[in-house]
């Protein structure tokens, strides 16, 4: 049996035989990994409050080789978000991150700037200031990944965008002019295209010394979470809870 050791997010957990919990987490070694907490319902000596979603540890495990999951030893509380206020608007934005942390990676499989990523958005998660860290990481989620188009010209008749309304469909890929939008497509104003333009040239600390009030990027958002629902193929729950803060 080989022990580990490693960086990790809690990104959820769940009953799973009589006082076990099951574990999933983001380990900054080997990726997303699942692993059984022993008695963890019982006693709260080795874990404490680890156990929520988002909260960055140290941990220890075991695991053996062709086993799917890995035994949890214990659990270093490095930073946990219950270390600040929380509302309703502060938990559902640190579910949304779990959530689609726990959708977007398979497990084993490494991504250091995902980890990074994750870390600084949860770190500038304050009670009131949730809107920027949100459009920030949905954003970049899809940027990372792969799944942002180009937002300056028609992937239909190739037009120049830059400054104009842009529109996009959540059943298509790319955006497009006002002449060839899609069905049910859906506007994206210049100023949010220039907002997303400023989002990936800059550091979030920098974005988090501005006022974002919630209806501050509130196109860009519902873009971003449009974009990760149609290249994960599910709903994000805890982006429509958001929403609704």
């Given at each position: 049996?080989?022990?580990?050791?490693?960086?990790?997010?809690?990104?959820?957990s769940w009953p799973f035989e009589e006082a076990d919990l099951l574990v999933s987490?983001?380990?900054?070694?080997?990726?997303?990994?699942k692993g059984v907490a022993r008695h963890a319902m019982r006693s709260r000596r080795r874990f404490g409050g680890a156990l929520e979603p988002m909260t960055y540890v140290r941990a220890s495990y075991s695991e053996k080789p062709r086993q799917e999951l890995v035994r949890l030893d214990a659990f270093e509380i490095l930073w946990s978000p219950l270390a600040e206020p929380v509302d309703y608007a502060r938990t559902a934005a640190l579910e949304m991150v779990a959530e689609v942390l726990e959708e977007v990676l398979p497990e084993q499989a490494p991504d250091d700037a995902l980890f990074r990523l994750a870390?600084?958005?949860a770190e500038e998660m304050h009670l009131g200031r949730v809107w920027m860290p949100a459009t920030y990481f949905a954003l970049w989620v899809?940027?990372?990944?792969?799944?942002?188009?180009?937002?300056?010209?028609?992937v239909a008749c190739g037009v120049d965008l830059r400054g104009e309304t842009v529109w996009y469909s959540a059943t298509a890929d790319g955006v497009t002019c006002e002449d060839d939008r899609r069905g049910e497509s859906e506007a994206l104003p210049p100023e949010s295209v220039v907002e997303a333009q400023k989002i990936f040239r800059s550091?979030?600390?920098?974005?988090?010394?501005?006022?974002?009030s919630r209806r501050r990027g509130i196109h860009l958002r519902h873009f971003a979470i449009a974009l990760l629902e149609r290249n994960l193929d599910r709903r994000?729950?805890?982006?429509?809870?958001l929403e609704r803060a």
């Open positions: 049996m080989a022990q580990r050791q490693s960086e990790a997010i809690v990104l959820r987490l983001l380990t900054r070694d080997q990726g997303r990994i870390l600084a958005v899809s940027r990372l990944m792969g799944w942002m188009p180009a937002l300056g010209h028609c550091p979030i600390g920098e974005l988090a010394t501005e006022e974002w994000i729950r805890s982006a429509r809870a």
